[in-house]
Structures are given as C-alpha cells and as structure tokens.
C-alpha cells in the first residue's frame, strides 16, 4: 500500500455520509475472486433477489456489495 491508497475502517466504506438508507450485502472472495467461479453464483443471485424487489429509489438510496478479504 502507498501513501494514495486509503484504508476505510467502517463496514459500510464511508457511504452512509452519502446515503440515507444502506442495503450491504456480503460475497465470499475478495474484490476480483467474487465474480469468478465459485463464487459468483452468489453474486447471481444477489443481483437476481436485488432485481425481483426493485422499485425506483430515491436520490439518497444506496445498495453497497461488500467483498470480504
């Protein structure tokens, strides 16, 4: 890590700043293993369970996907 990296401490990576509501869904695998067999099955359906309850958010709605490391 250099110095332009940064390090967020907080679950939610700081968004709640920006949002009124957060969803945060957790994937095995880190940021790039999380969209590759096995696991982005999972990601699948996260999407497919996001997509059937959809409705038409307001500006300060947020869905965060969190990868775990």
């Given amino acids: 890590m250099d110095e332009n990296d940064i390090m967020t401490t907080t679950r939610d990576n700081g968004?709640?700043?920006f949002?009124?509501?957060?969803?945060i869904y957790?994937?095995?695998?880190?940021h790039h293993a999380m969209i590759k067999e096995p696991h982005v099955k999972n990601i699948?359906?996260?999407?497919?369970?996001m997509l059937a309850s959809a409705t038409v958010p307001s500006a300060n709605h947020a869905e965060l996907l969190i990868d775990n490391y």
Avoid at 19 to 23: A, D, E, M, P, R
Avoid at 26 to 30: A, D, I, K, R, V
Wanted: a negative charge.
């Fill in 19 to 23: 949002v009124s509501h957060l969803k």
């Fill in 15 to 17: 968004w709640l700043s």
């Fill in 26 to 30: 957790s994937s095995p695998g880190n």
């Fill in 44 to 49: 699948a359906d996260i999407i497919n369970e």
